[in-house]
């Protein structure tokens, strides 16, 4: 009994802890839920790409999509509207500003050679060699320790910068990021293996600096530069009219379902109700400390989790009755009522975290936003079901004989009566039953 | 001994109608699946909506203030007026806003408009533009766009992989720790809660012409998650009851006693699903009543199949191999 104290206390300092998380964190809510900003990009025509084609703006929605990821903002949209714009949908206001930044930098980067210019001006001339060329970028340090983007070229970049390097050995080779002269260093032997560094000139670059030139060099550079041409916050995509009711609907059906399980299991469906709204607590608190952007589809695979979670509950409740039924006093009813239903709440949850985590590490956008809700639910409601409702079971009803059946939803008359409880020998001592 | 013999239903006995009832369930989706993918543009035996296929955006100036009835009240209107599916979103322009809409002028708010594609100048945007109009005072038309499809083709190819990975990892899980005939049967017990779903869907765009959207993969998901996990329940009290009866009861008798002891079980567990789905579709949003109906047609059919499918077919791969076992030993008997 000692124990069973001990774990109540453990549960009420993780209910405190979530309810603590859930005030000081904000909730994430998905496009869909809250909305957020939309943003309207146009592709802009360049020297080197006099026309907008399809094609181009496939490539420019790939590069934002591949940017907006790396940002780390979770499902956002990104779509073609009309012939040369993109409509970007970005929940969660806050991110704006970043994103914005993010968008705005075409990343163009472009190895130059000096030239001459039509009045015989010194000017720089493309080499042909730019940022597609590129495999990766790494933040390295040099060795004074500043720091520099260290490239890797890709097989063809490799020889292109190879051929380039022995062409100009005895004079200045230009790096320029989005049209701005990074460093122009000397080139004094050519550069066999495909690997080079910007410095960032004299100054140096800022560790931010950096960091940010490679995470947009590794997210691909946009074929065109674009603008911001609309910019606005939205209202959810599923209709503000339509998520307010189904708030309202989804109480209601999560209070009938409450109202049936103390209706059919009495005293224990009160504690299994009690458990679950633990369940829910800690489970949103879960969801904002990691923080995950809940969208409908996040919110289908809450509303799984916790049917599965009143199963959980409604096996073992199940269970319990038949061993009551059988004689057996609370104590070892409860006991072997958990331990009998654990083997299929084991099984059947095992399978769906299994499905979760192929789900989650394949699936895209909406699918895993779902798998990672359901699993997270799945993981909770069975220390939920197993410990809480558990523990609660115990200090509640103690041990000794069944003297109130009806507290169960049983009567006097079934009790003795019933199903003919069989098991090993093994059983019966873990189970602390001497009959 | 008393109550395992008990039954309420006896699903060794007729265990030739519960299949037939599958396939009575079955059959006008398949049919429907398979028309739709004989006479639909693409061959998709779905109707898809703007989710999949693109569509237009209209963009209206009010000069008012919006709550939540005035957007139902469009819906509504609009959906009156024959636009399909119209996803409606209000927009706030921000201070700093592009000089495209500030040429407007005093708006307060912007209603946006997706719906399928219509092209600029025609009935189709007239249509609409009426509805506003009735709707809302002096509503201006700002601009008329197409968009692509948020989910594209790669979404569903992916999520198609990610999906066989995982029967895969399902078959693997429960073939160590049931045995191979009940992995086999709780798969195909997904298949057929999955085609129902998706087969009465194909009807429902056949004669109500529903659209199926983004959250439709999320609703066969959530029925795939729910179909295991009922039939998992059941074997395991097959498995369980094997251990204590399996000299005392024939195979079919103890599938029997387990369907039966799990029933209260299955119905309550579905019950309890079901009537927080049911609120939802009666009670809630406009916008998410068929991904409701998705899941709860497949969470009916899911308990339907974990007790009426998936327990017959394990009972009949178990009466073959009895079957041959003793025409092997009698063949080698001779």
């Given at each position: 009994?000692?124990?069973?104290?001990?774990?109540?206390w453990?549960?009420?300092?993780i209910?405190?802890?979530?309810?603590?998380?859930?005030?000081?964190?904000?909730?994430?809510?998905?496009?869909?839920?809250?909305?957020?900003?939309?943003?309207?990009?146009?592709?802009?025509?360049?020297?080197?790409v006099?026309?907008?084609?399809q094609?181009v703006?496939?490539?420019?929605?790939?590069a934002?999509?591949?940017?907006?990821?790396?940002?780390g903002?979770?499902?956002?949209?990104?779509?073609?509207?009309?012939?040369?714009?993109?409509?970007?949908e970005?929940?969660?206001?806050?991110?704006?500003?970043?994103?914005k930044?993010?968008?705005?930098e075409?990343?163009q980067?472009?190895?130059?050679?000096?030239?001459k210019?039509p009045?015989?001006?010194?000017?720089?001339?493309?080499?042909?060699?730019?940022?597609?060329?590129?495999?990766?970028s790494?933040?390295?340090?040099?060795s004074?320790?500043?720091?520099?983007?260290?490239?890797?070229?890709?097989?063809?970049?490799?020889?292109?910068?190879?051929?380039?390097?022995?062409?100009?050995?005895?004079?200045q080779?230009?790096?320029?990021f989005?049209?701005?002269l990074?460093?122009a260093?000397?080139?004094?032997?050519?550069?066999?293996?495909?690997?080079?560094?910007?410095?960032?000139?004299?100054?140096?670059?800022?560790?931010?600096?950096a960091?940010?030139?490679?995470n947009?060099?590794?997210?691909?550079?946009?074929?065109v530069?674009a603008?911001?041409?609309?910019?606005?916050?939205?209202?959810?995509?599923?209709?503000?009219?339509?998520?307010?009711?189904?708030?309202?609907?989804?109480?209601?059906?999560?209070?009938?379902?409450?109202?049936?399980m103390i209706?059919?299991?009495?005293l224990?469906?009160?504690?299994?109700?009690?458990?679950l709204?633990?369940?829910?607590?800690?489970?949103?608190?879960?969801?904002?400390?990691?923080?995950?952007?809940?969208?409908?589809?996040?919110?289908?695979g809450?509303?799984?989790?916790?049917?599965?979670?009143?199963?959980?509950?409604?096996l073992i409740?199940?269970?319990?009755?038949?061993?009551?039924?059988?004689?057996?006093n609370?104590?070892t009813?409860?006991?072997?009522?958990?331990?009998r239903?654990?083997?299929?709440i084991f099984?059947?949850?095992?399978?769906?975290?299994?499905?979760c985590?192929?789900?989650?590490?394949?699936?895209?956008?909406?699918?895993k936003?779902?798998a990672?809700?359901?699993?997270?639910?799945?993981?909770?409601?069975?220390?939920?079901?197993?410990?809480i409702?558990?523990?609660?079971?115990?200090?509640?009803?103690?041990?000794?004989?069944?003297k109130?059946?009806?507290?169960?939803?049983?009567?006097?008359s079934?009790?003795?009566k019933?199903?003919?409880?069989?098991e090993?020998?093994?059983?019966?001592?873990?189970?602390?039953?001497?009959? | 001994?008393a109550?395992?013999?008990?039954?309420?239903?006896?699903?060794?006995?007729?265990?030739?109608?519960?299949?037939?009832?599958?396939?009575?369930l079955?059959?006008?989706?398949?049919?429907?699946?398979?028309y739709?993918?004989?006479h639909n543009?693409?061959?998709?035996?779905?109707?898809?909506?703007?989710?999949?296929t693109?569509g237009t955006?209209?963009?209206y100036?009010?000069?008012?203030?919006?709550?939540?009835s005035?957007i139902?009240?469009?819906?509504?209107?609009?959906?009156?007026?024959?636009v399909?599916?119209?996803?409606?979103?209000?927009l706030?322009?921000?201070?700093?806003?592009?000089?495209?809409?500030?040429?407007?002028?005093?708006?307060?708010?912007?209603?946006?408009?997706r719906?399928?594609?219509?092209g600029?100048?025609?009935?189709?945007?007239?249509?609409?533009?009426?509805?506003?109009?009735?709707?809302?005072?002096?509503p201006?038309?700002?601009s008329?766009?197409?968009?692509?499809?948020?989910?594209?083709?790669?979404?569903?190819?992916?999520?198609?992989?990610?999906?066989?990975?995982?029967?895969l990892?399902?078959?693997?899980?429960?073939?160590?720790?049931?045995?191979?005939?009940y992995?086999?049967?709780?798969?195909?017990?997904?298949?057929h809660d999955?085609?129902?779903?998706v087969?009465a869907?194909s009807?429902?765009?056949?004669?109500?012409n529903?659209?199926i959207?983004g959250?439709?993969?999320?609703?066969?998901?959530?029925v795939?998650?729910f179909?295991?996990?009922?039939?998992?329940?059941?074997?395991?009290?097959i498995?369980?009851?094997?251990?204590?009866?399996?000299?005392?009861?024939?195979?079919?008798?103890?599938?029997?006693?387990?369907?039966?002891?799990?029933?209260?079980?299955?119905i309550?567990?579905s019950?309890t699903?079901?009537?927080?789905?049911?609120?939802?579709?009666f009670?809630?949003?406009?916008?998410?009543?068929?991904?409701?109906?998705?899941?709860?047609?497949g969470?009916a059919?899911?308990?339907?199949?974990?007790?009426?499918?998936?327990?017959?077919?394990?009972?009949i791969?178990?009466d073959?191999?009895?079957?041959?076992?003793?025409?092997?030993?009698?063949?080698?008997?001779?």
């Amino acid at each position: 009994m000692k124990n069973k104290i001990i774990m109540f206390w453990v549960i009420v300092l993780i209910v405190i802890a979530s309810i603590v998380t859930i005030f000081v964190k904000p909730t994430k809510l998905g496009l869909d839920l809250v909305g957020g900003s939309r943003l309207v990009i146009e592709a802009e025509t360049t020297k080197a790409v006099p026309q907008i084609t399809q094609d181009v703006m496939n490539r420019l929605q790939f590069a934002i999509e591949n940017r907006v990821n790396k940002l780390g903002v979770a499902e956002t949209v990104v779509q073609q509207v009309g012939e040369k714009r993109l409509l970007i949908e970005i929940p969660n206001v806050t991110d704006l500003k970043e994103a914005k930044a993010f968008l705005g930098e075409t990343a163009q980067l472009e190895f130059k050679k000096e030239g001459k210019g039509p009045n015989g001006e010194q000017i720089w001339v493309e080499t042909g060699l730019t940022g597609q060329d590129l495999a990766k970028s790494t933040l390295s340090t040099d060795s004074t320790g500043q720091w520099v983007v260290s490239l890797e070229f890709n097989g063809a970049g490799s020889k292109k910068f190879a051929d380039l390097t022995r062409d100009l050995v005895g004079q200045q080779m230009a790096i320029f990021f989005d049209g701005e002269l990074q460093s122009a260093p000397v080139i004094r032997e050519p550069i066999y293996g495909g690997k080079a560094q910007i410095s960032g000139g004299d100054s140096g670059f800022e560790y931010s600096e950096a960091e940010r030139m490679v995470n947009l060099l590794n997210a691909g550079a946009l074929p065109v530069p674009a603008k911001i041409v609309e910019e606005n916050t939205v209202g959810p995509t599923l209709g503000a009219d339509s998520i307010a009711k189904s708030k309202t609907a989804g109480i209601i059906g999560l209070s009938i379902v409450m109202l049936f399980m103390i209706a059919y299991y009495r005293l224990p469906g009160l504690i299994a109700d009690i458990a679950l709204m633990i369940y829910s607590v800690i489970l949103f608190a879960l969801f904002k400390a990691i923080p995950v952007t809940l969208t409908l589809a996040g919110i289908a695979g809450f509303i799984l989790s916790i049917g599965m979670a009143v199963d959980a509950n409604i096996l073992i409740f199940e269970r319990t009755k038949e061993e009551l039924r059988a004689g057996r006093n609370l104590f070892t009813a409860i006991n072997s009522g958990f331990d009998r239903a654990f083997t299929s709440i084991f099984d059947s949850n095992m399978t769906t975290i299994i499905t979760c985590v192929i789900l989650y590490l394949l699936g895209t956008s909406i699918v895993k936003g779902f798998a990672l809700t359901l699993a997270l639910g799945v993981i909770v409601s069975m220390f939920s079901a197993i410990t809480i409702t558990k523990n609660f079971m115990h200090l509640i009803f103690g041990t000794g004989e069944l003297k109130y059946p009806q507290l169960f939803g049983l009567r006097k008359s079934e009790i003795g009566k019933g199903f003919e409880a069989s098991e090993t020998k093994r059983e019966n001592a873990r189970f602390g039953i001497l009959d | 001994m008393a109550e395992i013999s008990k039954h309420i239903i006896d699903i060794v006995k007729h265990r030739v109608i519960w299949l037939c009832i599958s396939a009575l369930l079955l059959l006008p989706g398949t049919v429907a699946l398979i028309y739709s993918a004989i006479h639909n543009e693409n061959h998709i035996p779905l109707k898809v909506g703007i989710d999949y296929t693109g569509g237009t955006i209209l963009q209206y100036g009010v000069n008012e203030d919006i709550n939540n009835s005035d957007i139902a009240k469009t819906r509504t209107d609009l959906e009156a007026a024959g636009v399909e599916t119209p996803m409606i979103q209000i927009l706030h322009t921000s201070a700093n806003s592009t000089a495209e809409n500030e040429k407007i002028g005093n708006i307060k708010n912007i209603i946006s408009i997706r719906t399928k594609f219509i092209g600029e100048n025609t009935d189709g945007v007239n249509k609409i533009t009426e509805v506003l109009s009735k709707d809302y005072s002096n509503p201006e038309l700002i601009s008329v766009s197409s968009v692509g499809p948020t989910l594209g083709n790669e979404l569903f190819k992916n999520s198609l992989l990610a999906l066989t990975l995982a029967f895969l990892g399902i078959i693997i899980y429960l073939s160590i720790r049931f045995k191979f005939d009940y992995a086999l049967a709780a798969i195909l017990g997904i298949a057929h809660d999955v085609l129902f779903v998706v087969g009465a869907f194909s009807l429902l765009g056949i004669f109500y012409n529903v659209q199926i959207d983004g959250l439709f993969i999320t609703a066969v998901l959530t029925v795939v998650g729910f179909s295991v996990h009922d039939t998992i329940v059941v074997f395991d009290r097959i498995r369980e009851n094997l251990r204590y009866y399996s000299k005392k009861m024939s195979f079919g008798e103890i599938v029997n006693a387990s369907v039966n002891q799990t029933l209260a079980r299955s119905i309550n567990t579905s019950l309890t699903t079901l009537l927080t789905l049911l609120a939802l579709y009666f009670f809630g949003g406009v916008t998410t009543k068929d991904f409701v109906l998705a899941m709860i047609l497949g969470i009916a059919i899911g308990t339907y199949s974990s007790i009426f499918f998936c327990s017959v077919l394990v009972d009949i791969w178990e009466d073959r191999k009895n079957n041959k076992t003793p025409a092997a030993k009698s063949a080698a008997a001779v």
